[in-house]
């Protein structure tokens, strides 16, 4: 089995809904690749170039079918000061250093870390990124007029409505069409695709970054290119687990990080910003019908052909019209579901949940609210299971039982040895563990202070009930 198959299920047998549906994302791509670019410091055809390869590239060694891979805001950022301080040519060469970085890490089957996310945490990231995609589209509103709100109302009107009488070609792309007629007819003066940034009809071409190829350079990309390794693997990582749920299919993580490295790698050679999956675009283009990755490759392709060929009528599409498509994805990514659910989830849950959120609003930044997120999941989770009780009673022959309920590791290591009446207990103690299960060094360590406080004293313990492991534990490290 090779990695690329152009004659199975995950190419075909969708083809109609994923062409339209790869055209409506091309179309949502342009302002945002653009938008990314400014952020970066760097051309908008940097951008452009990097969603063209992006797209097309990963469509075919990715692991999600569906998913939409190009330039993003989070990866972005984290250019700026390179750009900056050591010039495009850096960037490029960070561009390839990461994608390396991410297929040694696929490699390495670090996709499985994605498990380990709580659902709290996942919930933040969605609603956090629909947040902020929601507030990058209110610059769109600065300075402009009544059209503009009209027209936006206008675009969501025909997304949800259309719906309704047919499912033939996606809504998002009949308001598109619809909107520009309206806007270019009219010679209406509002905000175009034309006023983010200048498009020029050239194709990207193979270049090796300008760079000395040294020890100096590498400490230079390094830093950066291990920053945009890990938050591209996040983001996209996330991103796929959510398309896994809207769909109901599954998705090879470790396949997901190698393609988003060897994506990376091809993009740095043809004059493109590192990027990763889009949560926003693949929103749109699974809500347009996409399900296969022809999905992803039309969305590549028909992006280069709008450049290269359409870039005259491209620059005259209204911000309106892509604005509302935004919107609408804000509207069907946050998950409202769980605003309701926030008094009857543990508060720890929720907690965790608005703190992720908050934090990946207030610094633009999703890696940084996620791994928050999951830290203080990690803490709360420690807290709870940092809890051990003892049950007591005497036998029949006088005998004293403790029946030990909790987790045995470093965390209650102190507490479980403070539990025990050492000089009020007979000289026979028995210690049930039938409800509990050691998991390290500092468990078995605990135990054995135990054994040897009573045998101090000249009364005999009795260890029972140890599940296989714990008792395989035990029996390695060793016990007095």
Known sequence: ???????????????????????????????????????????????????????VVISFVGGRPAMISAATGAMALLMVTLVKEHGIEYLFAATILTGVIQYVMGKLKIGHLVSFVPHSVMNGFVNALAILIFIAQLTQFKGQSWVMYALVALTLAIIYIVPLFTKAIPSALV?????????ISMGLNINTVGDMGAITSTLPFLHIPQVIFSLDTLLIVLPYSFSLAIVGILESLLTATILDEMTDTSSDKNKEVRGQGIANVVTGFFGGMAGCA???QSVINVKSGG???????????????????????????????????????CIGTFNWNSLRELNRIPRTDALVMIVTVAIVVVTHNLSYGVIAGVL????????????????????QDGHKEYKVRGQMFFGTMTQFISLF????????????????????????????????????????????????????????????
């Open 1 to 55: 089995m090779t990695a690329i198959q152009l004659n199975n299920s995950t190419w075909f047998g969708n083809t109609r809904k994923d062409v339209l549906s790869g055209i409506t994302v091309a179309l949502a791509l342009i302002p945002e690749a653009i938008a990314f670019s400014i952020i970066a410091g760097v051309s908008p055809m940097v951008g452009l170039y990097a969603s063209f390869c992006m797209a």
């Open 291 to 329: 399900r296969k990755r022809l999905s992803t490759l039309i969305a590549g392709v028909f992006l280069l052909f709008l450049i290269i060929v359409l870039g005259p009528v491209v620059t005259k599409i209204p911000m309106a019209a892509l604005v509302g498509v935004m919107i609408m994805v």
């Open 175 to 183: 308001a598109i069409i619809v909107v520009s007629i309206i806007s």
């Open 421 to 480: 009446q050492y000089i009020e207990d007979p000289d026979h103690v028995k210690i049930d563990f039938s409800g509990s299960h050691v998991w390290d060094q500092s468990a078995v360590t605990a135990i054995s202070k135990v054994i040897s406080k009573y045998e101090q004293l000249g009364k005999k313990v009795q260890i029972v009930g140890l599940n296989e492991e714990s008792q395989t534990l035990i029996d390695k490290i060793g016990a007095p």
């Open 376 to 395: 203080l999941s990690a803490l709360f989770f420690a807290w709870k299971m940092g809890k051990v009780r003892l049950e007591q009673s005497i036998g």
């Open 278 to 280: 889009m949560i926003g």
